[in-house]
């Protein structure tokens, strides 16, 4: 019940932020259109392809990070060591 609480909470979570970098993009674009001198307008355009590029993969680094807290499993098992498969496939012994 929890993961799936959880889950839900994300999903709306990551569709608000989305929307969000979406609407503060659009913005903008569209105080960046309305600039007159073409300098201030090419560093604004430039400094809007950073903040999208940051809004957009911080949106979707927290998607996945939070997925893999919420899905991922807690401990992950042992693995054998290289001697000692090396000493099963030497002996004629199936590996794994």
Known sequence: MKKILASIVTTILIVAMT???MFILVWATVTVTSLKSPLHRAAAMAA????????LLGTTWLATHLAVRIFGTKESPPLE?????????????PGV
Request: net charge negative; hydrophobic share 55%.
């Open 48 to 55: 809007e392809l950073l903040l999208g590029v940051v809004l």
């Open 19 to 21: 929307l969000a970098a």
């Open 81 to 93: 060591s290289s001697e000692a498969l090396a000493k099963s496939s030497s002996a004629g012994e």
